[in-house]
């Protein structure tokens, strides 16, 4: 039986060692021989206080992923055939494969059912490694992310039996990766738990908010919750700092000065973000300067977003290239006055009129989105747009992107549409 089951993880080890080079691996035993010195294991294991420590993972999700690691030995000792295999498949493996051992890795109860309870541990360390700082950790508590947690965890499905017999349903793994296509940034941090904490590490990039020193943070809708969010639908490039150029409170809430102030500014990105009378927040990322045209305009690097109380993002489905609307002094009824985004005139996933006090949000097959609000009809309260600031480096390619849809251009979205079935041939 004992050879068996060292036959099982040779096995596995030899068929881990080959997803790798050789320069990869002797990395990796360098590594393991640097953790285990530390552990005072006779350079045998890696114990879990210096595992912790050096991936930066706290509470029960750290405790969860050394289970993981260590093949739920319960002996407290990471060797370095575990370290490879699991190295192998959470960053080697079939998306399936990544998928599954993260599924499995979030389980922080280990009973194999994974609830929103579970859901809400993880979520506050994922806030608290990204948002805590050495000075404001000591007085941070979960509630300081309730709102957030509570705004992600209202975008999951919950659809699987717990099995003890109450009406309480867990998230199935189906439901998972529905629920990782529309919060890429916890999918990015939870894919990268085994590599070092740096301010690169995916899932970590929060954009440096710039506005005027006069400004009253308190009357802005984006926060830095809201930006790690939505960044992280974004390349790297576009996370470094966003820009406050417009804020109804401050500017005044007319079309024309929106415009005013978001043309010309060297930026050809933006966020633009709405409050509506039923406290709803949503909004949309533009790819292309708002720019007068009398039909949609755009590329696929565009999406939609929901703030509160949900908190999902909803990219193109490639169904249609209806992606973002921006008409200004059209006097015909077939070209409305306004900005927006997704679906086909007067049916749109997010419009709002010249006016700048009404609009609407359908649900549209251009993003695969449904009505952003409580209602599909919205009187917008607060309108912000934000600039995106990109890296020095890009600005000199940024007008040279691959064209093509977005199942050509993104390897990541195209294996998760396929995943959710999000791809469809419709015009809305």
């Given at each position: 039986m004992g050879n068996s089951s060292s036959s099982s993880v040779n096995h596995r080890f030899n068929s881990a060692c080959r997803a790798f080079t050789q320069k990869k691996l002797e990395d990796l035993k360098s590594l393991f021989?640097?953790?285990a010195s530390q552990s005072q294991s006779n350079d045998l294991h890696v114990s879990y206080p210096v595992f912790q420590d050096y991936f930066g993972l706290s509470g029960s999700l750290g405790e969860r992923m050394f289970d993981m690691v260590t093949q739920h030995r319960k002996d407290?000792?990471?060797t370095y055939e575990d370290l490879v295999i699991a190295k192998s498949t959470y960053e080697k493996g079939t998306d399936d494969e990544i998928a599954e051992f993260i599924y499995q890795t979030l389980d922080v109860n280990g009973n194999g059912v994974l609830t929103r309870s579970d859901l809400e541990l993880v979520l506050v360390v994922v806030f608290k490694s990204v948002f805590s700082t050495s000075e404001s950790s000591d007085a941070e508590t979960s509630d300081d992310y309730k709102e957030m947690v509570d705004a992600l965890l209202n975008a999951a499905s919950f659809s699987k039996s717990t099995g003890d017999g109450s009406d309480d349903k867990g998230m199935s793994f189906e439901d998972f990766r529905s629920w990782c296509s529309h919060v890429p940034t916890i999918r990015k941090f939870l894919g990268s738990l085994l590599t070092?904490?740096?301010?690169?590490?995916?899932?970590?990039?929060?954009?440096?908010?710039?506005?005027?020193d006069s400004v009253d943070s308190n009357i802005l809708l984006l926060k830095k919750e809201y930006a790690w969010h939505i960044g992280g639908a974004l390349p790297h490039h576009e996370l470094e700092e966003w820009k406050l150029l417009y804020h109804s409170s401050l500017h005044?809430?007319?079309?024309?000065?929106?415009l005013g102030h978001t043309s010309n500014t060297g930026m050809s990105a933006s966020v633009l973000i709405i409050k509506d009378r039923e406290g709803c927040v949503y909004g949309g990322y533009a790819s292309q300067p708002w720019e007068r045209h009398s039909d949609f305009y755009g590329d696929m690097k565009s999406f939609l977003f929901q703030l509160n109380p949900n908190a999902s993002i909803f990219r193109p489905t490639g169904a249609n290239t209806?992606?973002?609307w921006c008409a200004t002094n059209f006097t015909s009824e077939n070209i409305p006055n306004g900005v927006g985004f997704g679906g086909k005139i007067n049916h749109y996933g997010l419009f709002i009129s010249?006016?700048?006090d009404q609009g609407q949000t359908f649900s549209c097959t251009t993003f695969g989105s449904p009505s952003l609000s409580k209602t599909s009809r919205i009187q917008p309260e607060?309108?912000?747009?934000?600039?995106?600031?990109?890296?020095?480096?890009?600005?000199?390619?940024?007008h040279n992107a691959i064209k093509g849809t977005v199942l050509e251009r993104f390897k990541e979205d195209r294996n998760m549409l396929k995943l959710v079935g999000m791809a469809s041939n419709s015009n809305e």
């Open positions: 021989t640097s953790l407290g000792k990471l070092p904490p740096t301010p690169a590490r995916p899932g970590y990039q929060v954009p440096h908010l710039l506005y005027e005044g809430q007319s079309f024309n000065t929106f209806n992606i973002q010249s006016s700048f607060v309108i912000e747009c934000w600039g995106i600031v990109q890296a020095s480096n890009e600005l000199d390619t940024q």
